[in-house]
């Protein structure tokens, strides 16, 4: 069989644009060197405009073609989104998440990621000893589901993985072909990145037996009754083979990587697949994956995908995508598979259904040299077609089901388990398949929530913060049998939210009917004392009439960034030493660097500082990715004043750096002022004390920042050093496209002070970014150390150091280093701007004038809440003045008098026990009152 020229093209431009890419690995994230997958959106479509753009920037591109150059055979719902996605490859050694971040400030881009690569889920099983051949199909009921259906030769599983012996004695006859006989299916990697008509498994080049495919196709649907062989759980459902690895590009355990796993899910969906099977993945989420995951939920596909083996609750994906069928592996006693602490079934809340994967039997290549054409291996590659077969059986059953019917019928008729380990409760789905449940004539019913929305009750900045109240809106859609009246609870047993309003009535729901509770949202607040940038996972629980359901979702709380947005300068400090944004290179927290409204200015911004080359610590890249020497001890918070004025304070040290740490604590306070002349700057104030137990000799210490003015053409900026007002500057060369100067230097012992600029793209010099070593701790050294070099350079895409040292610090010593961070419409202005700052810090120098500004009227919310027998409460008040904070009844009487006289500006806790006023249980209110001010908080005290 000879594909057709369409499928010819399509997978020749594949074949070179990936054919010379290696795989490189972050975080146990596989991805593609120097391959780019952009979206553009639809006004900037233009693909020739857009490359000419890219053409512009340092960013050397090699090549762009568009992902997927033909249509489907047929017009399929949302094709169109993949027009405009295209692979670019990029030449140097910039690694593809920075990149990704620069495009992607492009006013033409949608979304610029790296390509992910994935890996088949499976555990080579050499150590292991077969435990009896298909208990599996007893397990899960599948012979009594036989009774009710045995799927359909119409009904096409696709097997996207390394490959399926469609010539198999026990799969041919259930392999898709086409009326003229010519097999349908495709292999998009072939041996070596460029397809064959051929989509047969690949023999090792070493001759390990680290076959695959041909396993899973049998368990999901191997010939059935036909005397010889094992029996597939979907019985008479046909396989579709789309192979997409390639032989030469293989993991330690010899199994090729899944190199087009979701070009394969899309060709597999154009070419007229019902369910679609992955039994492979990985960690990181992708753009690209999930456009590809909705156009075959769109148009009516099933995808089920193995949930991963590593024994973890990380998300793992394609299975963790919504609206896949994430399914987990159970050992042959029915329970969670574990071998060892890092091998096993993964759980979480993001898993849906277990289904057997240990020991399973099924069908092996016959062109492999084994001894036998079955095998028993193990995995949740295993597991996952199990599920893909029984959706077989229920798509034949139920032939109008949209593809999330599916899926949720076979989740809501699974069997409980009887988990040995009660830490795995609400973590392994629903539990077992059972295909007899999943087609029998019964009543099942599956509430979702679909569409889960937040709304803070605080300050209004947007993010979820310590003592704020937040509301959660939540519209539900029954997806299967009419349900009965249930109620719907929220739970979470994480200290670090108090759930207020937790309960809710839906009515009586008709199939695919949604309904929401925005007449009575779910409430919670958020503890004083929450882990910073913590993930609080949250259960909603489904209870009527013969029905309990649950479902889980998670909330991101208490982060550790802030933004300064007083004046005409918005820029947001973080808990880590970074500046601007708190995840880069994603750069989605934090609003980086804007001036007087316009787009943002700042890539990285990161602190940094050393004693050696190498004793450098520091928040900045090393090849790409941040560096972590610094942790947090101090959450950054800003505060207004009542002049809109703002102060910032945070703390960390370098502990992060392991071994070899120099032992210094950073103080960091920050300011931003709202009235002329003090309205275009930011002042950071380093505190550094030595925390060491010894001096430390010849310290250096500054700010790393990579400027992109504007965003979407880095390329043309010019930095440089002002000898007039001694600091380092950058500005775009164009001014009709960027008007705007950013300025940082120092504001006190200018004698110390050190500018070095950098061209991000050098290939000669003391510091080079983009080199194979990246921005390594001797390149900081001597950009800290570099004293001040006057040399402008530009245009190009540039970066810049601005430091002050040396300084001695003696053991318990300190010192203080100021920087100011400022903007203006040309050079005159910065300069003007940079000389206020100077002025404005003589002001700030002594701590009584800093505490004049810190501190604002707030009461916050007690912690814990509810109480038992006390409770903290928190207040801060902004100058000197009488203070009173009484607690009330719910009849509004005075129960105690806890603060009755003049406090000084400051922040202050008390304690509040109820056993000492021999308080009932019940609510309670405390209230703040100073000068004008009256503020009343809500308390439970629970017996």
Same mark, same amino acid.
Request: aromatic fraction near 12%.
């Given at each position: ?252 355990? !010899? /199994?090729?990587?899944?190199? @087009?796993?979701? $070009?394969? =899910?899309?060709? *597999?969906?154009? &070419? +007229?697949?019902? %369910? #679609?099977?992955?039994?492979?993945? !990985? /960690?990181?989420?992708?753009? @690209?994956?999930? $456009?590809? =995951?909705?156009? *075959?939920?769109? &148009? +009516?596909?099933? %995808? #089920? ?22 399914? +987990? ?615």
């Amino acid at each position: 069989m000879k594909p057709t020229l369409r499928i010819l093209i399509f997978l020749f431009v594949a074949a070179t644009l990936f054919s010379q890419e290696e795989i490189k690995v972050h975080d146990n994230v596989y991805y593609l060197s120097n391959t780019i997958v952009v979206k553009l959106k639809d006004a900037y479509a233009d693909v020739n405009a857009f490359k000419r753009e890219t053409e512009k920037k340092s960013i050397k591109i090699d090549g762009i073609s568009k992902a997927f150059p033909q249509g489907a055979k047929v017009l399929r719902k949302g094709a169109d989104r993949f027009e405009s996605i295209y692979i670019l490859k990029t030449g140097g050694n910039k690694d593809p998440y920075e990149v990704s971040a620069k495009l992607n400030k492009m006013k033409e881009v949608e979304w610029a990621e790296p390509k992910l690569i994935r890996r088949v889920a499976i555990i080579p099983n050499d150590s292991l000893l077969s435990a009896g051949r298909q208990y599996n199909i007893g397990m899960i009921s599948a012979e009594k589901a036989w009774d009710i259906s045995k799927g359909d030769t119409s009904i096409i599983i696709a097997i996207i993985d390394t490959g399926v012996d469609w010539n198999h004695p026990d799969l041919k006859a259930n392999i898709l072909f086409d009326s003229n006989g010519n097999l349908v299916g495709t292999d998009l990697g072939g041996l070596n990145g460029r397809p064959d008509d051929d989509p047969r498994e690949d023999i090792p080049p070493d001759g390990r037996n680290s076959y695959h495919g041909t396993h899973v196709a049998g368990i999901a649907s191997a010939v059935t009754n036909n005397s010889i062989g094992i029996a597939g759980v979907g019985f008479n459902c046909t396989i579709m083979p789309v192979k997409v690895s390639r032989s030469d590009k293989r993991d330690a355990s !010899g /199994y090729p990587f899944v190199w @087009y796993g979701f $070009e394969g =899910i899309k060709w *597999a969906v154009d &070419n +007229g697949a019902k %369910i #679609i099977n992955c039994s492979w993945g !990985g /960690y990181g989420y992708s753009r @690209y994956e999930k $456009e590809i =995951i909705d156009y *075959a939920i769109e &148009n +009516g596909v099933v %995808i #089920i995908a193995a949930a991963g083996n590593e024994n973890s609750s990380g998300l793992f994906y394609p299975a963790s995508y919504e609206g896949v069928l994430s399914v +987990g592996w159970l050992d042959e006693k029915g329970e969670k598979a574990t071998y060892g602490s890092h091998s096993g079934s993964n759980f979480g809340t993001q898993v849906d259904v277990m289904a057997p994967g240990s020991f399973i039997y099924s069908t092996w290549p016959t062109y492999s040299g084994a001894d036998s054409i079955y095998r028993s291996i193990s995995g949740s590659s295993m597991a996952s077609p199990h599920a893909a077969g029984v959706a077989g059986l229920v798509a034949a059953r139920f032939s109008n089901y949209t593809p999330l019917q599916i899926a949720e019928r076979i989740r809501a008729s699974s069997a409980p388990l009887k988990s040995s380990l009660p830490q795995h409760q609400y973590l392994l789905g629903t539990g077992r398949i059972d295909a007899y449940n999943a087609v029998k004539d019964t009543n099942l019913f599956s509430i979702r929530a679909t569409k889960i929305d937040l709304v803070e009750d605080g300050n209004g900045n947007g993010l979820l913060e310590s003592g704020e109240a937040v509301d959660i809106r939540i519209r539900f859609t029954n997806y299967l049998d009419p349900s009965p009246q249930t109620t719907v609870y929220l739970m979470s047993d994480d200290d670090a939210i108090i759930l207020e309003n937790s309960e809710f009535n839906l009515p009586a729901m008709n199939t695919l009917d949604t309904a929401d509770n925005s007449s009575a949202p779910f409430r919670f607040v958020i503890s004083e004392n929450s882990p910073f940038n913590h993930t609080v996972d949250i259960m909603i629980k489904y209870e009527g009439d013969s029905y309990e359901d649950y479902q889980w979702f998670s909330v991101r709380v208490n982060p550790t960034y802030a933004t300064h947005d007083a004046n005409k300068i918005v820029m947001t400090i973080t808990s880590k030493g970074a500046l601007g944004f708190n995840d880069y290179p994603d750069n989605q927290e934090g609003r980086g660097f804007v001036y007087k409204n316009g787009d943002n200015l700042l890539f990285e911004g990161a602190f940094m500082y050393g004693a050696s080359s190498t004793k450098v610590m520091d928040a900045a890249r090393n090849d790409f990715f941040q560096n972590e020497d610094f942790n947090l001890l101090e959450k950054v918070r800003i505060t207004t004043d009542e002049n809109n004025n703002q102060i910032g304070r945070t703390a960390f040290d370098d502990s992060g750096f392991g071994e070899g740490a120099l032992g210094i604590k950073t103080e960091l306070t920050s300011y931003g002022f709202s009235d002329a002349p003090d309205d275009s700057y930011i002042i950071l104030v380093n505190k550094l004390i030595n925390q060491s137990g010894a001096d430390i000799n010849g310290l250096y210490a500054g700010y790393f920042f990579d400027w992109d003015m504007p965003a979407e053409i880095p390329d043309i900026d010019i930095v440089g050093f002002d000898e007039e007002g001694r600091f380092g500057y950058v500005y775009c060369e164009n001014d009709s496209i960027l008007d705007t100067y950013v300025g940082i230097g120092l504001l006190h012992d200018e004698s110390k002070l050190g500018f070095y600029p950098i061209e991000n793209s050098a290939d000669t010099g003391a510091v080079m970014l983009f080199d194979e070593n990246g921005f390594t701790k001797e390149e900081k050294w001597s950009a800290l150390t570099g004293g001040v070099i006057t040399k402008q350079i530009g245009p190009a895409d540039v970066s810049m150091v601005v430091s002050s040292g040396p300084h001695d610090l003696i053991d318990g010593g300190e010192v203080k280093i100021p920087f100011v961070i400022a903007a203006g419409d040309n050079l005159e202005e910065l300069r003007a701007s940079i000389q206020a700052a100077r002025n404005k810090y003589s002001q700030l120098i002594t701590d009584v004038r800093e505490n004049s500004i810190s501190f604002t009227y707030n009461l916050s919310q007690n912690y814990p809440n509810p109480f038992n027998p006390s409770t903290v409460i928190r207040y801060e008040i902004p100058e000197r003045q009488f203070v009173t904070i009484k607690v009330y009844d719910l009849l509004g009487r005075e129960v105690a008098a806890l603060v009755n006289e003049a406090k000084d500006a400051g922040s202050y806790s008390l304690e509040f026990s109820a056993d000492k006023y021999k308080l009932s249980s019940g609510i309670y209110f405390y209230a703040l009152k100073a000068g004008n001010n009256f503020i009343v908080k809500k308390m439970i005290f629970a017996k």
